[in-house]
């Protein structure tokens, strides 16, 4: 499949929204029940790092980094988010969005990136491991979920995380 990887624009929001929606219906993504409105998903999410795979006008998956904390020594760290189309996993664009995350986050200093993933998610588990991700810690029944499949249900979190080599070493 011929894609490029491209900075997130605000009219992306559309598709990328309809993949957040796919990720969600997975039960596997998020504790979310439906992705956010633009204005609020804009707030919670770095400037930096937010990408898309397209392909022609299409919006195969995207990335993104929202910080974990407001504190300033914590300025540093960011939690990835990731999601690929239906049609379009397994293809190499996971992988291709989240090095190309790794890159531009590291060039704007970004030190340590985390993913909170459930155990369930082992596609998601082996992505982030293969760029350098390692499990930290496992979250016991974090949350109880609130739609789909596991409705009422507490989940366990893994947190994986990637100290950069080039970014904060001095």
Not at 15 to 34: C, H, K, L, M
Not at 99 to 108: F, G, Q, Y
Not at 153 to 165: G, T
Request: with cysteine; aromatic share 8%; glycine share 10%.
């Amino acid at each position: 499949m011929n894609y490029t990887i491209a900075r997130m624009e605000p009219n992306d929001w559309e598709q990328v929204r309809a993949i957040y929606q796919e990720g969600i219906s997975t039960g596997n993504a998020t504790f979310d029940p439906e992705p956010p409105d633009w204005d609020t998903w804009d707030a919670s999410h770095l400037p930096a790092g937010r990408l898309v795979a397209r392909a022609g006008e299409n919006i195969l998956g995207w990335v993104a980094l929202s910080p974990v904390s407001n504190r300033c020594v914590y300025a540093g760290i960011a939690e990835v988010s990731l999601y690929v189309g239906n049609t379009s996993r397994r293809q190499g664009i996971g992988s291709s969005l989240l090095a190309t995350l790794i890159e531009s986050s590291e060039k704007a200093g970004i030190w340590s990136l985390e993913a909170n993933i459930f155990p369930e998610n082992e596609a998601s588990m082996a992505l982030a491991r293969r760029h350098g991700f390692r499990e930290v810690g496992r979250r016991e029944k974090l949350g109880k979920m609130t739609f789909g499949e596991y409705a009422g249900i507490w989940r366990d979190v893994l947190l994986m995380e990637r100290r950069s080599k080039v970014a904060g070493t001095n």
